[in-house]
């Protein structure tokens, strides 16, 4: 037997992550978004930038899951709703809706194509009633069609984030969609655990923010909402950041070994 792994984890080298710990010992910030994260933030929304070709802004979270609830809890007003979410997905997707205080529905997915799509979701809200939010999944990273997302949220009022824990580089982010990513060290980009939540409206950041962090308005203590711990150490930003230095050759990596089973596959 040889077996062959499905998924390797790609992580940056201690030499690579070295001269960013230097800069956590000089400056002394260790947490609470600090220049590292600050950093990273800005670097991960050029690149969501230029995919989505629109603005993108976008806050870091201590992992997807997190950032799934938090996104639910920043856009969706109403107690106690009820998400369509694909049934088939990773459990994380469900922790997050149930973690919000939102109920999941769970609709069947596209025989062909594996996720939820508009078409099945405007049917389930027209057969369920009180679905105030949808939660299509990335499936396996392949990107969704985010403009029919938007026009989802158009013509029905009803929030849309998509859980694209596995497609960074590959999911654009929309009018009006949020997307949430992982940076666990399974992803495409790893941080060892991680992610963020990305929106063009940097209103909606700023409460995810404020969520993931106790629900703090400003340095004063002042609280907004009820919020959680959902932030990400500097420690996880600087693993963040050595992997956005290898980002164009893990692009390259994937891209060649994608084709190689691509010919493989047609032999
Ligand atoms: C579709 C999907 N959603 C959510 C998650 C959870 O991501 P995280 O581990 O960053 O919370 C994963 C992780 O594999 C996933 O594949």
């Known amino acids: 037997m040889n077996p062959i792994p499905v998924l390797k984890p790609d992580m940056p080298s201690a030499d690579q992550l ?15 978004f600090g220049p590292l994260n600050r950093e990273l933030e800005e670097r991960l929304s050029a690149e969501c930038t230029a995919v989505s070709e629109l603005q993108v802004h976008l806050t870091t979270v201590a992992n997807c899951t ?11 007003e109403r107690p106690r ?18 973690q919000a205080g939102f109920e999941p529905v769970l609709a069947d997915v596209d025989p062909a194509r594996w996720v939820l799509t508009p078409e099945i979701a405007r049917k389930a809200m027209m057969r369920v009633r009180g679905i105030r939010a949808v939660m299509p999944v990335a499936a396996y990273g392949a990107a969704l069609d985010v403009a029919a997302w938007d ?3 158009e013509d029905t009022g009803v929030p849309v984030v998509i859980d694209a824990a596995g497609a960074f580089g590959n999911q654009r982010v929309g009018q009006r969609t949020l997307v949430a990513f992982s940076m666990h060290a399974t992803k495409a980009l790893g941080a060892g655990e991680g992610g ?7 209103d909606v950041i ?4 404020r969520l993931s962090n106790f629900g703090y308005m400003n340095a004063g203590g002042l609280i907004s909402d009820i919020g959680v711990n ?36 047609r032999m």
Do not use: H
């Open 151 to 153: 026009r989802l949220t």
């Open 196 to 202: 963020f939540v990305a929106s063009r409206d940097p």
């Open 66 to 76: 997190v950032g799934l609830q938090l996104a639910l809890m920043a856009c969706v």
């Open 18 to 32: 070295l001269p960013y710990l230097r800069r956590i010992d000089a400056a002394q910030q260790y947490a609470n």
């Open 206 to 209: 700023a409460r995810v923010r």
């Open 230 to 265: 959902g932030k990400m150490s500097e420690y996880a930003a600087a693993v963040g950041l050595a992997a956005m230095d290898r980002w164009a050759d893990i692009c390259e990596q994937r891209r060649s070994l994608a084709d190689r089973y691509l010919s493989a596959l």
């Open 81 to 98: 709703v009820k998400v369509l979410v694909p049934s088939l997905t990773f459990p994380g997707t469900v922790s997050g809706i149930l």
